[in-house]
């Protein structure tokens, strides 16, 4: 790996360590409870400036039930869950999320000897869940109901948590606004203005990189296949209980879906992996080093036992100076640097959510919201303001702005994420099928959603059956309820080193996307393709760095790549050490 595409290309996401603490309810005053997470329970609350204690209850026709009810039954497919919130009562109608975990969902652990443990399936029931606040338009919930009730409530004029104040057993809850925890905010701990110089707008890439925008990449859904890992800090911080851990790293997989399901795309888990015996690679307070080494594993050892688009590294260790987070960008679907690395820095799993919502929009090309991008944001800063803001602080931001959307869709044009049009394999959606998820599951014709947000003409959305005399309702070959001519271009090439595809007539889907191989000459011999995308010196400058930048004179590439350190080198060697450049892979 050389430094053209590492230190420029790896983003951190940062905050103050005094920031890092958000809270999961419980007071002395509510509980004489004194459990490790009572303790940190009340140390957080003791921040808060206000609060409240409720007891929700489950609606079910004109009954009302405990939310204890839930503990010894599986959950169901939806719930209406009352609750009291300053004053007001608020219904809660939520919906499981069939889509969070794959048919293929694995989970590994290890035991104290080493010895691997996998399973196909989890112990713990399909708990979470997507929704709104009845009758408040633009609102959304996002929770689980594993332990009680924990998520987040976003209305227009503010944004609330909920949390159970102790044992689940105990149906007393905590209630807040986020913007009344008060700690320093963080801001990005990288050295260079990484959003000014990546702003992804086509009109900001050289004439020669312009995409031919004819992918419909906004319509079509996207599919990130994503494994979470916990390093072994993480699972000590947990209380050893793999359980625990598990439950939490699919909480904060089922807040990232959540935040992405706006932007038409959908995150599914196909794995949790929790280093409960040791670390798996280097996990040092040197976030550049942990990255580096996650990376490396995940390509050595992760991606070819468990194929999959993108891994995060869920840590225990407090990296160094405010960083939180870290990521490669525009490294999406790529198997070399489709993952970042995410510090636990909160008691509540949705400060880590958001850190990883954060890292996955660097893969996907999205660069910091900063004041001269100019970015439409529909939260206040009060209020958290957006995802890929650099400065980040309580309440947590939970939307992406328009500069994030124009990034993502200049970055899938120009090809990056290529693998993410694959529908992940989804006859048995862990939890259980459902029409109306969105996925189309064994014994349905088409899915176009819950009926209200169904607005595909060939698809009946009570039933997930073709109507009338329609052959297909989704798919960029199928038009008019009608499967397209065999040969009509579905996706046309976004640049030199991506290849079009076309309807074979008998499917509505487009074919696989293909390009040709790494390594292959473009842009005038003067790049090499990498995942589909023309390389050069110049264009990665201007990408990452803006107009006028320019690449480094020859003997910096001679110089850095032939060290063979962490800064510059060409991988690594069978000691496991950094390995130099050979003279003619200095400058690729």
Known sequence: MRIDRRMENWCLTSGLRALVLLIVGLT????????????????????LEHYHTMVP?????????????????????????????????????????????????????????????MGTHNSMMNCYYHGEVQGYSHSDVSLSTCSGIRGFILLENKTLMVEPAFEPANDTHVIYEGHHLHFPSGTCGHGHNISTGSHMSTGGLPQSFSTRHKRDVQKTTKYVELIIVADNREFQKQGKDVEKVKQRLAEIANYVDKFYRVLNIRVALVGLEVWSDADKCAVTQDPFTTLHEFLDWRKLKLLPQRPHDNAQLISGVYFQGTTIGMAPIMS??????????VMDHSDNPLGAAVTLAHELGHNFGMNHDTPERGCGCTMTVDRGGCIMTPSTGYPFPTVFSTCSKKDLWASLEKGVGMCLYNMPEVK??????????????????CDCGELEECLNPCCNATTCTLKGDAVCAHGQ??????LKPAGTPCRESS????????????????????????????HNMDGYCYNGICQTHEQQCITLWGPGAKPAPGICFERVNSAGDPYGNCGKDSKGSFAKCQARLNFR
């Open 28 to 47: 002395a005053d509510i509980s004489t409870h004194h459990s490790p997470d009572g303790r940190q329970l009340k140390s957080v609350l003791n921040k």
């Open 57 to 117: 209850l489950l609606l079910e026709g004109r009954e009302q039930r405990p939310i204890s009810w839930l503990h010894s039954r599986t959950p169901p497919a939806s719930l209406r869950i009352l609750i009291q919130a300053e004053g007001q009562q608020l219904i809660l109608s939520v919906e499981k999320n069939h889509g969070l975990f794959a048919s293929n969902y694995t989970e590994t652990h290890y035991r104290e000897d080493g010895q691997t443990v």
């Open 332 to 341: 999406m679907c790529t198997a070399e640097q489709s993952g970042g690395i």
């Open 428 to 445: 048995m959606l862990y939890g259980g099928q459902k029409c109306g998820n969105g996925y189309i599951e064994e014994g349905e014709e």
């Open 477 to 482: 070959c199928c038009h008019d309820c009608q």
């Open 495 to 522: 640049n030199s080193c991506d290849l079009p595809e076309f309807c074979t007539g008998t499917n509505p889907h487009c074919p696989a996307n293909v390009y040709l191989h790494d390594g292959h000459a473009c």
